[in-house]
């Protein structure tokens, strides 16, 4: 059987591997094969941690991550990871998805996904610009960082508390300043505290 080896990362010290761990045990992946890199963007192209993972891969191995993102954040970084494997011999399972970079279409849907990732991110990044544009011509913003929308603001949310994103990240993702990504963060949590029915029962009467 060949042998599986696991990739894990997370931006920051204080995120949490382990969801990631379990779903690369439950893929079948060895515990002592599992490789995590904390505290590192997706960016960075120091990973030791994937070095390592690399390093470890044999022909005929599979290296096997939850998401596309944990692995590359760009088209450039992905294709060089996939030249990689491809003179190694090695497989790539995302999330459950077999891609074998020695397969002309294996290469072609990786391709397709590292594109439709980067080009996810610039998406955002444009419409926040372009939501500023529009609130600068408006005399919105008078130099202040610009007020999210309800539905961006949430998605702001969704995207620190998923673990894969620093507030840095965000903070130049959508555009705004990081004290406005911890005000959305705060906003939020008091928000569903405040939802929580916390009325006690009365006792019954005697």
Do not use: W
Not at 81 to 109: A, F, M, Q, W, Y
Not at 145 to 150: D, V
């Amino acid at each position: 059987m060949a042998e599986l080896i696991g990739y894990a990362r997370v931006s920051t010290d204080k995120q949490d591997a382990q969801a990631q761990r379990d779903a690369l045990l439950a893929a079948g992946v060895p515990a002592e094969r599992i490789y995590v890199d904390a505290g590192l963007t997706g960016s960075n192209r120091e990973r030791p941690a994937l070095r390592e993972a690399l390093a470890a891969c044999d022909a005929g191995s599979t290296l096997f991550v939850t998401k596309l993102d944990r692995l590359a954040r760009s088209i450039t970084d992905a294709r060089d990871i996939v030249d990689e494997l491809t003179r190694r011999g090695v497989r790539l399972n995302i999330g459950g998805s077999l891609h074998d970079p020695n397969d002309p279409i294996g290469r072609l849907l990786f391709n397709v996904l590292a594109m439709i990732a980067e080009f996810e991110g610039d998406l955002i990044r444009a419409r926040t610009k372009e939501g500023m544009r529009v609130a600068k011509a408006k005399g919105r913003l008078r130099g202040r960082a610009p007020k999210l929308s309800p539905k961006i603001e949430a998605h702001l949310v969704a995207e620190y508390r998923s673990g894969n994103y620093t507030v840095a990240e965000l903070s130049e993702q959508f555009g705004v300043t990081r004290s406005t990504v911890y005000r959305a963060v705060e906003r939020a949590t008091v928000s569903e505290f405040r939802a929580v029915d916390v009325t006690l029962p009365l006792p019954a009467a005697e």
